[in-house]
């Protein structure tokens, strides 16, 4: 709101065919249209976290072999699937779960063949073809597995990582997010609102990851088929445990239309229980006395003085287990084969003990109104009379003061003087503790009588289950959950500024599976999935503090629920709460037909989500309270000056007075009132509906093209009660609310009408109904490769996801805007109190003073308008157009080579921006056209109304009744991306597994993330030419070499009779980064802005581009300096959005341990992980950005220069892990 400056089967019986396809087709019609008024529904993709086996037999002359019994089975449950191949020889098995397979080929006249070694991906679909000799039906051929890892069927582009590999890389936390770096094709983005606004446990190393070139906010998450990503920040919502994964697979695009709302998928499938009992518990542990002592920190000791120690206490415990088997209740229900549950859960618990804190509180006889202690008098208030020989021409001083005031008797305050609700506030000061550090001293040497340590505690579970039920042949149906309380408390040296931040997901679904025969299938999906976030004060949901100290009309929501912001002069502040939390209610229903029909395979159907978005957030929630000494001074001018320098008394010291004294008395020297209600606060539903058609065509046994369609509806959100306004550029640009009864009045009692137009849709912005999103790709085989190399290609246009949580603040409540807090005017000091604007008293007892009527905020003019965000009124979707073209290469059964290359162009892409901006002034360097207006050249700016070049802002802006710093949350910008991408991957041979991806890339754009992107500035510098800053995205890493690996010394390895216990079981593994470092902007430094009023933050510098052939860089001077500079006043500057370029960066983490197999079923994993092995800052994204502000004393260096290159101190982390599994 008041947003101040600040995205198969052989051939039917007639009719057969027919009478199911209608019935699948009414059950996916039923589903949609019974998800309307049930409000089930959800977004634009049956995401699915199974697979399909698929294949072609031929006899030995090649010729087809239709009807012919497949049987393909999974070896972890025992679940059968048997089929015959159509008349083209061809047979398809769609929605298995991932896991090890095999499959046995019987024909009447041929030997029967079976390939026992096949290892199923999610949403892979492998290919095994059988060549049938003639002879016994009897005897049975083994046929080689030497090419499953290829992708002969579909163009999508992406990785699997499955349990084994995830278990055994060092991940930080046990958080899988972390190893979607790992995929080729992804890079880095440095920053991002998703490290700032979520909240991943244990894992502090989590990056926004920006996959072939997209924003990292359009990937989309899924678990066990459920849409999982939240809306207000794009990040995963439920992460299950590594332990609970059995699979996650991330496609970079290219996938097939059944998948959509995201440029980029993650998809992730939970492990299933097998017929056999299985299980693990472990513990990892981390601590300070596993850490090196921090060097930086002995530095800064050195250089202050200070005893921090080096080595704060801190532990770290993350332990849980997992649980699986076959549903079996002796004498009652034998589930094997049939009934299967899987059950896990972590838990993490951290602690650190921070180095003390210090402060200087007040005594306990201040308290009491005593400062006889206090070195200068305090003068009473009460006493205040007008000095008439005040000079106000000249300087306030002891001789020239405008009051004249009595000292308090003794320096102590009469009890009953004493302001009732400030004693009641006074009562969270901290009690004195250091008796060494007296008033005097603190002033004279900045002693502190104060001190201790804060703590910083985190608190997280997560619980994964899911039930597989196979009801005969025909149907299985599986449930999923997943239940979790992350969080986080920071205590404060200050009551009530310590920070908590918690997270509480849930996801809820089932999946139900059908085959209506061998050529027609249907998967039903029900969904819910929930997040509730809040970053605040460890204070709210507490007890209503402001209140119950005695200030009137305080926050009432408990999100808010502290003190108010105290700043006294002097001594220790405390209080404020400003929350920020939000929730999403994701309801989801999806319904994909399979039928397969000689050559094709079709997949369509229906996929609707009804999403609920509710947030809420207060900035200065508590109100604001400041005190300096004026009214308890002599010289009401010196109130919050210096009492001392150079360890000497200040020549004003002694008439200054006491800010604890004035806040005894309840005289406030600054005060801003809690918003009545909110900064924000809105509830939205929405309806996304998606509809897919896809056909996997295999012409022939070596070519199969991918053709489909996806219509995507975004969610057309909304309130209850069409809350919000529009923005319309018409006519100077004006204001359109959606609810007229809420205009009207504020109209009839003079309103500015630009602000106050009304019959805007409930939606604010039109809704896409015309997001058409074709793909068509292509998969060749070549003859002469002994069906070893695959050939692949394709198209397609994928609509991706952006942040709601800035245009979501258009639809705040409309009863936000009828009150506002009342207005404090800050008193001069020359009064006995604080009055209000009748003169009366308005001490802290007397507040807050009751909100006021908001609608003279329509009255004023649009050049000081306090509403200064709005959505753009052609906002459509974000999407991005991607081709691609590559070639994998079987090497061996276990090793596959991908080289490709691919491209993509994004379109639409969120930003904000200031669309207000004035256009340059005509002359530059007139300090003149700082104003906004022309009346306001008065006073002190008299002179500019005469100044000829003077142009006030309102004067060039696009929008004449809207500020200069309006902006715009649009859609409405361009990337490009280019990329090599190579991939050498090995699965498990001889006990290494290995994943070697290079990228060689190249990514431009003009905005790479909405907010807190480094190195690049928050806005768009020039609005009306925004390409001249055109340049290397935030994520461009031009060279990325990311290897991963695991080993484990085999069992058979060493031949020596009873030693292999000694050898055997040895494991390591690792992830190995290094990539090109990350472009950045060169800033201007800018003192005032001349074109948008409040923005100087986004203006770039001016260079010479001279280059300097003998620069070398330095750790001091990273980049040429002398190139750069401020642009001259009323000018934009000249580079582009990213001249310059970090350091490289990378890591590497890794893992030594060793296994003991106890028996055949049991064994026990004891490793230690180490994170940034080598502890290099070049790890770290935030120390590889210099400082890159022109007017900065440090511009240019890396380190900070009184530390020097111990500022880049960046240790590695140590963890023992023990791991117990049957």
């Known amino acids: 709101m008041f947003q101040t400056f600040k995205a198969g089967g052989c051939r039917p019986q007639r009719g057969t065919a027919s009478r199911a396809l209608r019935l699948a087709l009414f059950a996916t019609a039923l589903l949609g249209s019974a998800a309307i008024p049930f409000h089930m529904g959800m977004v634009a993709y049956a995401q699915n976290a199974q697979g399909s086996i698929l294949g072609h037999v031929v006899d030995s002359t090649g010729a087809v072999i239709p009807g012919a019994q497949v049987t393909v089975t999974n070896l972890s449950t025992n679940v059968k699937v048997v089929l015959p191949t159509n008349g083209n020889g061809d047979y398809v098995v769609p929605q298995l779960n991932p896991g090890p397979y095999t499959i046995t080929v019987e024909a009447s006249g041929f030997s029967a063949a079976s390939s026992t070694q096949l290892t199923l991906e999610v949403d892979q679909k492998l290919r095994q073809d059988f060549k049938l000799s003639v002879g016994s039906a009897a005897s049975t051929v083994t046929v080689s597995a030497d090419t499953q890892m290829l992708h002969t069927d579909d163009t999508t582009i992406g990785q699997v990582m499955d349990d084994k590999l995830i278990q055994a890389l060092p991940v930080n936390g046990r958080d899988f997010t972390n190893l979607m770096l790992t995929n080729v094709g992804t890079n880095i983005t440095p920053g991002g609102s998703g490290t700032d606004w979520s909240f991943h446990g244990l894992n502090n190393t989590y990056m926004e990851v920006s996959a072939d070139g997209a924003q990292a906010q359009t990937t989309s998450y899924s678990v066990d088929g459920i849409y999982d990503a939240d809306f207000f920040f794009s990040v995963p919502i439920n992460i299950p445990n590594e332990l609970s994964v059995q699979e996650f697979k991330m496609m970079n695009g290219m996938y097939g239309a059944q998948y959509g709302s995201g440029v980029s998928q993650v998809n992730v499938a939970i492990k299933s229980g097998t017929n056999q009992l299985h299980g693990a518990a472990y513990e990892a542990l981390e601590a300070n006395w596993l850490e090196p002592d921090n060097a930086y920190q002995a530095a800064e000791n050195a250089a202050t003085g200070s005893t921090s120690s080096t080595s704060p206490d801190f532990h770290q415990h993350q332990f849980g287990g997992t649980l699986s088997g076959p549903l079996v209740i002796p004498h009652v229900y034998d589930g094997r084969n049939k009934t299967f549950w899987f059950g896990s859960y972590d838990q993490g618990l951290y602690t650190k003990v921070n180095s003390p804190s210090t402060d200087f509180v007040p005594t306990a006889a201040e308290l009491s109104g005593d400062f006889s202690a206090y070195p200068f008098p305090i003068y009473d208030p009460e006493t205040t009379v007008t000095n008439t020989a005040y000079n106000s021409s000249a300087a306030q001083s002891p001789t020239n003061s405008p009051v004249i005031r009595k000292q308090f008797a003794n320096n102590q305050i009469p009890a009953n003087r004493i302001d009732a609700v400030s004693a009641a506030i006074a009562k969270y000061f901290d009690a004195e503790n250091i008796s060494s550090c007296s008033e005097s001293s603190h002033i004279l040497s900045g002693c502190d009588n104060y ?468 256009a340059p002034p005509k002359v530059a360097g007139d300090s003149c056209n700082n104003l906004v207006d022309a009346s306001l050249a008065t006073g002190s700016n008299a002179y500019c109304a005469s100044d000829s070049n003077f142009q006030p802002m309102d004067e060039r802006t696009p929008y004449a009744n809207m500020p200069p710093y309006l902006y715009a949350n649009i859609n409405g910008f361009q990337s490009t991306y280019n990329a090599l991408q190579v991939q050498l991957i090995e699965r498990m041979i001889h006990g290494l597994t290995y994943h070697v991806n290079y990228t060689y890339s190249k990514t431009m754009d003009l905005t790479s993330g909405i907010n807190l992107v480094n190195g690049e500035q928050a806005q768009i510098q020039n609005p009306q030419h925004p390409y001249q800053e055109y340049g290397l995205a935030a994520s461009d890493e031009t060279h990325r070499l990311v290897a991963t690996y695991a080993y484990e010394v085999p069992k058979d390895l060493i031949h020596i009779a009873h030693m292999n216990w000694l050898f055997a079981g040895w494991t390591t593994s690792g992830i190995y980064q290094l990539s090109s470092g990350f472009p950045f902007s060169i800033l201007g430094g800018v003192g005032s802005d001349q074109m948008a009023e409040d923005y100087t933050g986004r203006f770039l510098a001016n260079s010479t581009y001279a280059k300097n052939a003998s620069f070398k860089s330095t750790l001091g001077q990273a980049f040429n300096t002398s190139m750069y500079s401020t642009p001259e006043l009323g000018r934009y500057g000249n580079t582009n959005k990213s001249p310059e370029r970090t350091p490289y960066f990378t890591n590497f983490d890794a893992s030594f341990g060793k296994t003991t197999h106890i028996g055949e079923r049991q064994a026990l994993l004891i490793r230690i992980e180490d994170f940034n092995l080598g502890s290099t800052w070049h790890s770290s994204t935030s120390l590889l950005f210099p400082d890159s502000t022109v007017t900065d004393t440090n511009f240019g260096s890396l380190i900070n220069k009184t530390y020097g290159n111990v500022s880049l101190w960046n240790p590695h982390t140590l963890q023992l892990t023990a791991q117990y599994s049957f």
């Open 451 to 918: 001190s201790a340590n804060t703590k910083t505690t985190k608190n997280t579970g997560v619980g994964t289950a899911r039930i597989d039920q196979y009801i005969g042949a025909d149907d299985h149906v599986f449930l999923t959950a997943n239940v979790g309380n992350l969080s986080q408390t920071s205590t404060s040296i200050r009551f009530g500024q310590g920070g908590q931040v918690y997270t509480r997901p849930k996801l809820f679904g089932g999946t139900w599976n059908h085959t209506f025969n061998s050529n027609l299938m249907n998967q039903a999906t029900l969904g819910y999935s929930r997040d509730h976030f809040l970053s605040g004060t460890n204070t709210a949901y507490g007890a209503n503090l402001s209140e119950d100290v005695g200030l009137a009309n305080t926050a009432s929501n408990p999100a808010t629920y502290d003190l108010p912001t105290m700043s006294v002069f002097n001594y220790q502040g405390f209080g404020g709460g400003e929350p920020t939390t939000y929730a999403d209610n994701i309801y989801q229903g999806v319904d994909t037909v399979t039928w397969l029909h000689g050559r094709h395979t079709f997949n369509f159907g229906v996929d609707y989500r009804r999403v609920q978005l509710y947030e809420f957030d207060n900035y200065d929630g508590t109100g604001s309270l400041t005190f300096n000494g004026e009214f308890t001074s002599a010289v009401p001018g010196y109130a919050g000056d210096a009492l001392a320098s150079s360890g000497a008394y200040s020549s004003t010291a002694a008439y200054q007075g006491n800010a604890l004294a004035d806040m005894l008395l309840g005289d406030w020297s600054g005060a801003s009132g809690p918003p009545p209600i909110a900064t924000d606060d809105y509830i939205l539903w929405g309806n996304n509906w998606n509809l897919f058609f896809q056909d996997d065509w295999r012409v022939s046994d070596r070519l199969t093209l991918n053709a489909g369609l996806r219509w995507e509806r975004p969610a057309d959100f909304h309130t209850a009660h069409n809350d919000g306004y529009a923005f319309s550029p018409s006519n100077g640009g004006q204001f359109v609310w959606a609810n007229c009864s809420f205009t009207e009045p504020i109209l009839a009692a003079g309103g500015n009408s630009n602000f106050l137009q009304c019959g805007a849709s409930s939606t604010l912005v039109p809704v896409d109904n015309k997001d058409f999103a074709p793909r068509i790709g292509f998969s060749y085989r070549p003859a002469g490769a002994k069906e070893k190399l695959v050939v692949r290609g394709g198209f397609g246009i994928f609509y991706g996801t952006y942040n709601r949580y800035y245009d979501g603040s258009q639809y705040d409540k409309d009863e936000l805007y009828n009150e506002t807090a009342a207005t404090y005017t800050s008193p001069t000091g020359t009064e006995e109190y604080p009055t209000n604007a009748s003169g009366q008293s308005l001490v802290v007892s007397k507040l807050w003073s009751a909100p006021l009527n908001a609608d003279s905020l329509f009255e004023t003019n649009g050049w000081e308008f306090p509403f200064n965000q709005v959505n753009w009124p052609k906002n459509h979707t974000p999407y991005d157009e991607q081709w691609s073209f590559d070639t994998e290469y079987q090497l061996t059964s276990s090793l596959m080579l991908d080289i490709g290359y691919v491209g993509d162009h994004g379109l639409r892409q969120p930003s904000q921006d200031i669309i207000g901006a004035a």
